[in-house]
């Protein structure tokens, strides 16, 4: 079906900028973009149905790059701990932390885990987000990290919504290896990975390059073998120190790199050569009350193209809204609304191998777009939650917002 969406103001993101189209027509068709350009430049077509937008600003549909959706159990008592002035030693000693996502994650059914996930994921769909990245590594061994993402492919399946699911099985280190992490990596290379690659449900390998997780030796091998098995790579990286992760990945041309608080000029300049996509996670950074902001003068000055997510997880960024990224992007990291739209639209594309056909309101795309009743583009980093206004338009078809 060719369908004609008129009445409209386009923010396409060509380009990675706002790219403005005043009183812009849309055509799609078979799930992509036909043709998008100001109405009065519209050539005549056989349209099977005209929409008409009221006057709605059109972006692409919002892409949340960076997700551990699917977990199983509450951290909430954590949370409130913390408050109370328990650290976050002494909880760990209780057998909080992450160790307590991995047991109730494993304790999980499948259906448990997608019953949660799904709920979750919804309220990112109700900010018009159409495309999700979803990482396992709350399961650390075989059967659960298919688990969890078995729920990854169930949330495409079942939702009007495009998932990458990545596997982060170097994420911690499980307590069956507990002083053994050198074992629990050839495990992941010589198991893990290839089992999970083979069932096909895997997009991407990401790993956790930490002084608390996993040196920049270990995740090398995770990469290594994740490129021997054609798998794209990803990395946390220098979100409490620098080990010079980011660098690390930017040798191993991964999609992108994220945190990056503690990177150094010289990772940005790695990670500019690479084409490797700095994701900045503000969520984060909020809910731990970090104070060493990531170098955005570095990533403008060389030109590294920055994503923003919501980094959805149990024990440190509990985010449900990718709007509110958009603010807390601007206010605490001072990106410029536009810089923020684009970070959850083209550059988070890229961040998922997708910046080929996501991300941006261009001929051949795929038509992920939403209709937002707002005065201009900066309203969408501007307001502090609610639902605003919209229409949310998936493969060229509308959806219940």
């Not at 930017?250 to 990056?260: G, I, M, N």
């Amino acid at each position: 079906m060719r369908t004609l969406w008129q009445h409209c103001h386009a923010a396409t993101l060509a380009e990675g900028r706002y790219s403005i189209i005043e009183d812009a027509a849309i055509v799609t068709c078979a799930g992509l973009i036909e043709w998008i350009g100001p109405r009065a430049e519209l050539q005549p077509f056989e349209v099977d149905r005209t929409v008409d937008l009221s006057g709605a600003w059109v972006t692409p549909g919002l892409i949340d790059c960076h997700t551990h959706a699917v977990f199983g159990g509450n951290r909430s008592g954590e949370f409130e701990q913390r408050l109370q002035g328990v650290s976050y030693a002494d909880i760990a000693a209780q057998g909080g932390g992450i160790a307590s996502t991995v047991r109730a994650t494993r304790a999980a059914s499948e259906d448990e885990l997608f019953a949660s996930a799904r709920q979750r994921v919804q309220a990112l769909m109700r900010d018009g987000v159409t495309t999700i990245e979803v990482k396992s590594g709350y399961g650390l061994d075989l059967a659960n990290e298919r688990k969890m993402l078995r729920v990854a492919r169930r949330l495409a399946d079942e939702l009007p919504l495009a998932v990458r699911a990545t596997c982060l099985a170097a994420h911690a280190l499980p307590p069956e290896y507990a002083g053994r992490s050198d074992d629990y990596i050839a495990h992941i290379c010589d198991e893990m990975l290839p089992a999970l690659a083979a069932e096909g449900l895997v997009d991407a390998v990401d790993a956790f390059c930490e002084h608390l997780a996993f040196s920049p030796a270990q995740v090398e091998k995770v990469f290594i073998k994740a490129h021997a098995l054609g798998l794209p790579v990803k990395l946390h990286a220098e979100q409490l120190s620098s080990l010079h992760g980011s660098s690390l990945a930017a040798r191993y041309q991964a999609l992108s790199a994220d945190h990056l608080e503690f990177m150094t000029e010289e990772d940005a300049i790695a990670m500019a050569k690479a084409g490797t996509v700095a994701v900045l996670l503000p969520g984060a950074f909020y809910f731990l009350r970090e104070t060493q902001l990531p170098p955005m003068d570095a990533l403008r000055r060389h030109g590294v193209k920055i994503a923003l997510a919501s980094d959805l997880n149990p024990g440190t960024s509990p985010g449900l809204s990718l709007r509110l990224m958009l603010n807390m992007g601007c206010t605490l990291f001072r990106m410029t609304p536009e810089e923020a739209l684009a970070g959850v639209t083209l550059h988070a594309a890229t961040a998922l191998g997708l910046g080929d056909s996501h991300g941006s309101l261009e001929v051949g795309k795929v038509a992920d777009f939403v209709a937002w009743q707002i005065s201009r583009p900066a309203d969408l980093a501007y307001w502090l939650g609610g639902d605003l206004p919209k229409r949310v338009v998936r493969k060229g078809h509308e959806i219940s917002n």
